[in-house]
């Protein structure tokens, strides 16, 4: 499965987070990494997507859309910094 | 539209096919025309939403190639013949059609003028789309900044906007083309991968600090933007953007 990156999920992320997202920097709840939203790496083809982060490969996000309602997992995302 | 619009959230709405070009075999322009657009930066893209009668969607994104100074929206589009939604948009779609779009979006992989450069655009078959358009860009708000294009192409009958980056060529706009697969007799250009010689010779001198925009598929922007950091560019001024099938 060939991953992409952060660019792939600009729509959604700007959907579910009400603006631009992949300019945003988001630490790594893992690894403490700091990479923008654009840089991470992002899988597409599963049942939902999974956003992993660049340096440990980490899960640092995760959306899954049910019914209409894209439901978010963070916890693998320590903050974010605008 | 913007008036309309939800805070912050992006509204989809309805474009119609003004005119289809078709740019190599497998590759075509959708040139469409979208009441309200907002407007756009170069390198940003849009999502297309196709609904099936019996309600089923399918989503994709898809760069712009137009310029925010062109009048329409143009996206090129490669057909993926086991995908599920191009062979559609570059196979089926006809001129007067409309489609259901959402953006502009993204603001990381985006170039405009005020950021200067000197720019190295390096991209792989429709990873050149996104780079039209700052290219575009750049012409039309005559820039002075320098910039080299390397573009990696299997044949020359696949080169993209080939005739619009011949006339592009020569002045500030540096265009450099290899052929991976197959190159015809007399072919003066390069030939092979964009690999890590080819980047020491042809990308800028990293003190000038130059803005490297990569886009194309995952293994090219990888080995492209690995490469570069090696050469010694800034991490932080090599943009990258990946694409696949999806």
Redesign the interface.
Known sequence: M???????I??TL??VF???M??VAGACAHCGATH????QTVY??GPGTVVRCRSCEGIVMVLVEIRGCTCVDLRGMAGFHA | MAGTAL????SWAQARVVELLDETEQVRSIVLEVPGWPGHRAGQ???VRLTAEDGYQA?R?YSIASAPEDVDVVLTVERLDDGEVSPYLAGELRVGDELEL??P?????VWEYTLGGPLLLVGGGSGIVPLRAMLRHHSAVRSSVPVRLLYSARTLGGVIYRDELERLGGGLIDVRITLTREHPDGWQGHTGRIDRSWLADASWPPEGRSLTYVCG??GLVESVATALVELGHEPARI????????
């Open positions: 060939s991953a992409l990156d952060g660019n792939a600009a729509g700007r959907d009400g603006s631009e992949t300019t923008q939203l654009a840089e597409l083809r | 805070r912050g959230r992006l893209h849009v999502d989503q994104s959402r953006g979006i993204g603001g990381y992989f598929p995952t943009k990258t953007e990946r694409f696949g099938p999806t």
